[in-house]
């Protein structure tokens, strides 16, 4: 999480876009961590989850409505969901046949959601304490970056 942490701060001093740091935080969370076989950003317009910066396997789930699936529940109830088996959770909307867990961690501010950060794996219970902490101290560091975008 430290290398994302780090592109946040490195972005924000040197006055990157928005688009550019997310993308970057997308690339270093994929790298840095092996497990992580798909990452992505969804941003929440309106009523929906439309997918930005993803490093992995192209899904056609560019669009997911609030409610709907994993993404959805965790933008609806604000709390990060870390699913362990997604073949046991007949929430899971299938993007990828080969994803096992998932975690799905919102970008809050206070209660207004800006989006989410999505990460699927292939392996069954990928996702610890650890993982959803990292993931919800990088979530909330992007939060000025959609306050900016906001005004």
């Given at each position: 999480?430290?290398?994302?942490?780090h592109?946040i701060?490195?972005?924000?001093r040197?006055?990157?876009?928005?688009?550019?740091?997310?993308?970057?935080?997308v690339?270093?969370?994929?790298?840095?961590?092996?497990?992580?076989?798909?990452?992505?950003?969804?941003?929440l317009?309106g009523?929906l989850l439309?997918?930005?910066?993803?490093?992995?396997?192209?899904?056609?789930?560019?669009?997911?409505?609030?409610?709907?699936?994993?993404?959805?529940?965790?933008?609806?109830?604000?709390e990060?969901?870390n699913v362990?088996?997604?073949?046991?959770?007949?929430?899971?909307?299938?993007c990828?046949?080969?994803?096992?867990?998932?975690?799905?961690?919102?970008?809050?501010?206070?209660?207004?959601?800006?989006?989410?950060?999505d990460?699927?794996s292939?392996?069954?219970?990928?996702?610890?304490?650890?993982?959803?902490?990292?993931?919800?101290?990088?979530?909330?560091?992007?939060?000025?970056?959609?306050?900016?975008?906001?005004?």
């Open positions: 999480m430290e290398k994302a942490l592109v701060a490195q972005g924000s040197e006055g990157w876009t928005r688009d550019r740091i997310l993308d970057g935080v690339e270093a969370l994929r790298q840095d961590h092996p497990a992580y076989h798909w990452v992505g950003i969804y941003l317009l009523d439309v997918l930005g910066p993803f490093r992995g396997k192209p899904t056609i789930h560019v669009q997911i409505p609030i409610g709907e699936g994993i993404c959805g529940l965790a933008a609806r109830t604000r990060t969901v362990p088996d997604m073949h046991k959770d007949p929430r899971y909307i299938a990828s046949l080969e994803t096992r867990s998932e975690i799905v961690v919102p970008i809050l501010d206070g209660e207004t959601v800006y989006g989410e950060i990460i699927d292939d392996s069954l219970s990928t996702f610890g304490d650890e993982d959803s902490a990292g993931l919800e101290c990088v979530a909330q560091a992007l939060v000025p970056l959609f306050r900016r975008v906001q005004k």
